[in-house]
């Protein structure tokens, strides 16, 4: 009997949390990459350690240090097919503190002419110094609330989006 209730118990916690992850994903893929930043910028926005539960994806903690608590999360893919990976947040210790969110973007090439269809008022923010191949060109906007949304585009295919990062200052 005890046996049972043991196997019972942990069948119930397993189901849990494929339904929670499950929700998560579904509603993630009738997302475009627009509507994504929008959702994630709205959790950046209020994240902290002691709400992480409630961040807008499914997030595991890798490691943290005297400042910050480093997390990441599982790939996710859109409705348009285009698959969102590396997952780096990464959440300071004091409360409405600093927090960035970064992801890869892999999938039909975003141009920086489509992303400033959203995002018009941008700033150039880093460029490439000739070290590596893997260098990037950013381009940064204000979304509002001391939050910035980064689109990167990489040396290697600078005509196409590579990744992406959701900051807030406090």
């Known amino acids: 009997m005890t046996k049972i209730t043991r196997l019972n118990k942990a069948c119930?916690?397993?189901?849990?949390?494929?339904?929670?992850?499950?929700?998560v994903e579904a509603k993630m893929q009738n997302e475009d990459l627009w509507q994504f930043i929008s959702h994630l910028s709205t959790s950046v926005k209020t994240v902290n350690v002691n709400t992480?539960?409630?961040?807008?994806?499914?997030?595991?903690?890798?490691s943290q240090n005297d400042n910050f608590v480093f997390y990441t999360s599982d790939a996710v893919?859109?409705?348009?097919?285009?698959?969102?990976?590396?997952?780096?947040?990464?959440?300071?210790?004091?409360?409405?503190?600093?927090?960035?969110?970064?992801?890869d973007y892999a999938?039909?090439?975003?141009?920086?002419?489509?992303?400033?269809?959203?995002?018009?008022?941008m700033d150039i923010t880093d460029t490439p110094r000739g070290h590596s191949?893997?260098?990037v060109t950013s381009h940064t906007a204000a979304i509002g609330d001391g939050q910035e949304v980064t689109f990167s585009f990489a040396e290697t295919n600078p005509?196409?989006?590579?990744?992406?990062?959701?900051t807030r200052e406090k």
């Open 12 to 23: 119930a916690i397993i189901f849990a949390n494929l339904l929670m992850t499950g929700v």
């Open 52 to 62: 992480i539960n409630r961040f807008a994806l499914p997030v595991t903690e890798v």
């Open 77 to 103: 893919k859109l409705a348009s097919g285009a698959t969102l990976s590396a997952f780096d947040l990464r959440v300071n210790k004091k409360p409405n503190s600093k927090v960035l969110f970064a992801f």
């Open 107 to 121: 999938g039909q090439c975003i141009s920086l002419g489509e992303v400033r269809q959203h995002y018009a008022k």
């Open 133 to 135: 191949v893997h260098e």
């Open 159 to 166: 005509d196409c989006l590579s990744s992406v990062v959701i």
